[in-house]
Protein backbone atom coordinates (compact mmCIF):
# COMPACT_ATOMS: atom_id res chain seq x y z
CA UNK A 1 0.00 0.00 0.00
CA UNK A 2 0.95 3.67 -0.51
CA UNK A 3 -0.44 7.11 0.05
CA UNK A 4 -2.67 7.72 -3.03
CA UNK A 5 -1.97 11.14 -5.03
CA UNK A 6 -4.00 12.80 -7.49
CA UNK A 7 -7.39 12.43 -6.82
CA UNK A 8 -9.67 14.83 -6.90
CA UNK A 9 -13.19 14.93 -4.10
CA UNK A 10 -15.55 13.17 -6.79
CA UNK A 11 -12.86 10.41 -6.74
CA UNK A 12 -12.48 10.18 -2.77
CA UNK A 13 -16.40 10.72 -2.24
CA UNK A 14 -17.39 7.74 -4.61
CA UNK A 15 -14.73 5.49 -3.34
CA UNK A 16 -15.71 6.49 0.41
CA UNK A 17 -19.44 5.99 0.08
CA UNK A 18 -18.99 2.79 -1.26
CA UNK A 19 -16.10 0.99 0.59
CA UNK A 20 -15.87 2.78 4.19
CA UNK A 21 -19.41 4.08 4.64
CA UNK A 22 -20.99 0.77 2.87
CA UNK A 23 -22.81 -0.67 6.00
CA UNK A 24 -23.97 2.62 6.87
CA UNK A 25 -25.99 2.55 2.92
CA UNK A 26 -26.97 -0.86 4.19
CA UNK A 27 -29.25 0.68 7.01
CA UNK A 28 -32.19 1.77 6.63
CA UNK A 29 -32.22 4.01 9.81
CA UNK A 30 -29.16 6.48 8.83
CA UNK A 31 -29.24 9.12 6.38
CA UNK A 32 -26.19 9.95 4.32
CA UNK A 33 -25.80 13.61 3.01
CA UNK A 34 -23.38 15.28 0.32
CA UNK A 35 -23.05 18.88 0.76
CA UNK A 36 -25.18 19.45 3.89
CA UNK A 37 -25.49 23.31 4.52
CA UNK A 38 -24.59 24.50 7.72
CA UNK A 39 -25.20 27.95 9.40
CA UNK A 40 -27.47 28.67 6.47
CA UNK A 41 -25.18 27.89 3.89
CA UNK A 42 -22.00 29.92 5.78
CA UNK A 43 -20.18 26.44 5.34
CA UNK A 44 -20.81 22.90 3.56
CA UNK A 45 -20.29 19.51 5.33
CA UNK A 46 -18.71 17.65 2.29
CA UNK A 47 -20.43 13.93 3.62
CA UNK A 48 -22.63 13.83 7.08
CA UNK A 49 -23.95 10.52 8.44
CA UNK A 50 -26.94 11.15 10.38
CA UNK A 51 -28.03 7.71 12.53
CA UNK A 52 -28.54 8.08 16.49
CA UNK A 53 -25.74 10.85 16.14
CA UNK A 54 -24.63 13.19 13.55
CA UNK A 55 -21.00 12.38 12.23
CA UNK A 56 -19.15 15.17 9.64
CA UNK A 57 -16.58 14.35 7.28
CA UNK A 58 -14.23 16.52 4.83
CA UNK A 59 -12.18 15.79 1.71
CA UNK A 60 -9.07 17.45 1.58
CA UNK A 61 -7.44 15.98 -2.19
CA UNK A 62 -3.79 16.79 -3.57
CA UNK A 63 -6.40 19.62 -5.46
CA UNK A 64 -7.99 21.50 -2.46
CA UNK A 65 -6.69 24.42 -0.70
CA UNK A 66 -7.00 24.63 3.08
CA UNK A 67 -7.73 28.30 2.73
CA UNK A 68 -11.02 27.89 4.34
CA UNK A 69 -10.37 24.66 7.09
CA UNK A 70 -10.02 27.26 9.65
CA UNK A 71 -13.80 27.90 9.22
CA UNK A 72 -14.62 24.46 8.30
CA UNK A 73 -13.44 23.31 11.29
CA UNK A 74 -15.97 26.36 13.56
CA UNK A 75 -18.81 25.23 11.71
CA UNK A 76 -18.06 21.40 12.20
CA UNK A 77 -17.33 21.97 15.32
CA UNK A 78 -20.88 23.92 15.86
CA UNK A 79 -22.92 20.72 14.54
CA UNK A 80 -21.30 17.13 14.95
CA UNK A 81 -20.95 14.64 17.70
CA UNK A 82 -17.86 13.71 15.91
CA UNK A 83 -16.39 15.44 12.99
CA UNK A 84 -13.32 13.30 11.03
CA UNK A 85 -11.11 15.01 7.87
CA UNK A 86 -10.45 12.49 4.96
CA UNK A 87 -6.76 13.40 3.38
CA UNK A 88 -4.47 12.45 0.57
CA UNK A 89 -0.87 12.84 2.03
CA UNK A 90 -0.43 16.38 -0.10
CA UNK A 91 -2.31 17.43 3.10
CA UNK A 92 -1.88 15.19 5.96
CA UNK A 93 1.17 16.56 8.36
CA UNK A 94 -0.21 19.86 7.55
CA UNK A 95 -4.09 19.20 8.15
CA UNK A 96 -2.91 17.44 11.96
CA UNK A 97 -1.51 20.27 13.02
CA UNK A 98 -4.56 22.38 12.20
CA UNK A 99 -7.46 19.94 13.51
CA UNK A 100 -8.66 19.68 16.90
CA UNK A 101 -7.42 16.93 18.95
CA UNK A 102 -10.79 15.30 19.10
CA UNK A 103 -11.16 14.93 15.05
CA UNK A 104 -10.85 11.82 13.80
CA UNK A 105 -7.70 11.38 10.71
CA UNK A 106 -8.87 8.92 7.95
CA UNK A 107 -5.81 8.51 4.95
CA UNK A 108 -6.47 7.27 1.44
CA UNK A 109 -4.73 4.66 0.26
CA UNK A 110 -3.89 3.05 -2.79
CA UNK A 111 -4.09 -0.55 -3.78
CA UNK A 112 -1.78 -2.75 -6.31
CA UNK A 113 -5.41 -2.48 -8.43
CA UNK A 114 -5.33 1.30 -8.13
CA UNK A 115 -8.80 1.04 -5.57
CA UNK A 116 -9.07 3.75 -3.08
CA UNK A 117 -8.28 2.24 0.42
CA UNK A 118 -9.41 4.46 3.63
CA UNK A 119 -7.05 3.59 6.64
CA UNK A 120 -8.54 5.47 9.67
CA UNK A 121 -5.29 6.85 11.59
CA UNK A 122 -7.01 8.28 14.19
CA UNK A 123 -10.66 7.75 15.82
CA UNK A 124 -12.99 10.90 16.51
CA UNK A 125 -13.48 11.60 19.70
CA UNK A 126 -17.03 13.33 21.02
CA UNK A 127 -17.44 16.84 20.45
CA UNK A 128 -18.32 19.12 23.62
CA UNK A 129 -18.42 22.20 21.60
CA UNK A 130 -21.61 22.15 19.80
CA UNK A 131 -23.84 25.41 19.74
CA UNK A 132 -27.24 24.27 20.09
CA UNK A 133 -28.59 27.44 18.39
CA UNK A 134 -26.56 26.52 15.35
CA UNK A 135 -27.91 22.61 15.46
CA UNK A 136 -31.55 24.08 15.35
CA UNK A 137 -30.52 26.25 12.45
CA UNK A 138 -30.58 22.78 10.57
CA UNK A 139 -34.39 22.76 10.70
CA UNK A 140 -36.60 24.39 7.81
CA UNK A 141 -38.88 27.31 8.99
CA UNK A 142 -42.04 25.47 9.08
CA UNK A 143 -40.38 22.33 10.89
CA UNK A 144 -39.36 24.83 13.62
CA UNK A 145 -43.16 25.56 13.90
CA UNK A 146 -43.93 22.30 13.99
CA UNK A 147 -41.56 21.80 16.79
CA UNK A 148 -42.96 24.12 18.42
CA UNK A 149 -46.58 23.54 17.66
CA UNK A 150 -46.11 20.06 19.12
CA UNK A 151 -44.70 21.86 22.34
CA UNK A 152 -47.91 23.47 22.49
CA UNK A 153 -46.93 27.22 21.20
CA UNK A 154 -49.83 29.00 19.07
CA UNK A 155 -50.51 31.74 17.13
CA UNK A 156 -48.32 34.69 16.59
CA UNK A 157 -45.68 32.45 18.98
CA UNK A 158 -45.24 30.61 15.35
CA UNK A 159 -45.38 33.17 13.26
CA UNK A 160 -41.94 34.92 13.94
CA UNK A 161 -38.58 34.84 12.31
CA UNK A 162 -36.91 32.17 12.06
CA UNK A 163 -34.06 33.46 14.57
CA UNK A 164 -36.63 33.90 17.11
CA UNK A 165 -38.51 30.35 16.14
CA UNK A 166 -34.68 28.48 16.90
CA UNK A 167 -34.56 30.62 20.19
CA UNK A 168 -37.74 29.17 21.48
CA UNK A 169 -36.51 25.76 20.85
CA UNK A 170 -33.39 26.06 22.40
CA UNK A 171 -34.75 27.76 25.14
CA UNK A 172 -37.45 24.57 25.73
CA UNK A 173 -35.46 21.85 24.40
CA UNK A 174 -32.05 20.66 26.05
CA UNK A 175 -29.11 19.52 24.08
CA UNK A 176 -29.88 15.83 23.83
CA UNK A 177 -33.49 16.49 22.94
CA UNK A 178 -33.01 18.97 20.34
CA UNK A 179 -30.16 17.10 18.42
CA UNK A 180 -32.65 14.03 18.63
CA UNK A 181 -35.28 16.37 17.03
CA UNK A 182 -33.20 17.75 14.43
CA UNK A 183 -32.34 13.75 13.44
CA UNK A 184 -35.81 13.28 13.65
CA UNK A 185 -36.54 15.91 11.03
CA UNK A 186 -33.78 15.38 8.89
CA UNK A 187 -34.37 11.74 8.20
CA UNK A 188 -37.85 12.12 7.52
CA UNK A 189 -37.71 15.23 4.77
CA UNK A 190 -38.74 13.79 1.37
CA UNK A 191 -37.44 15.03 -1.76
CA UNK A 192 -35.53 17.79 -0.21
CA UNK A 193 -32.85 18.34 -2.59
CA UNK A 194 -35.00 19.46 -4.82
CA UNK A 195 -35.74 22.33 -2.73
CA UNK A 196 -34.09 25.68 -2.42
CA UNK A 197 -33.23 24.69 1.28
CA UNK A 198 -30.90 27.56 2.24
CA UNK A 199 -32.92 31.05 2.38
CA UNK A 200 -30.69 34.29 2.43
CA UNK A 201 -33.31 36.48 4.36
CA UNK A 202 -34.67 35.61 7.53
CA UNK A 203 -37.82 35.04 7.17
Same mark, same amino acid.
Given at each position: ?9 P?? +?????T ?11 T ?12 ? +???I ?7 D ?64 V ?14 V ?23 R?K ?10 T ?31
Amino acid at each position: MKLLKHMNDPQI +RKAFHTSFLQKEHEDSATLILDELGLEHGKC +RADIAVINGHMDGFEIKSDVDSLSRLKNQINSYNAIFDRSSVIVTIRHLNEIMRMIPDWWGIISVLESDADIPQFTVIKKPQQNAYIDDSLVAQLLWREEAQEVLFNLGMRGSQIRQKRSVLYGYIVGTLSSCELRRTVREYLKKRRGWRHREQLMSGDD
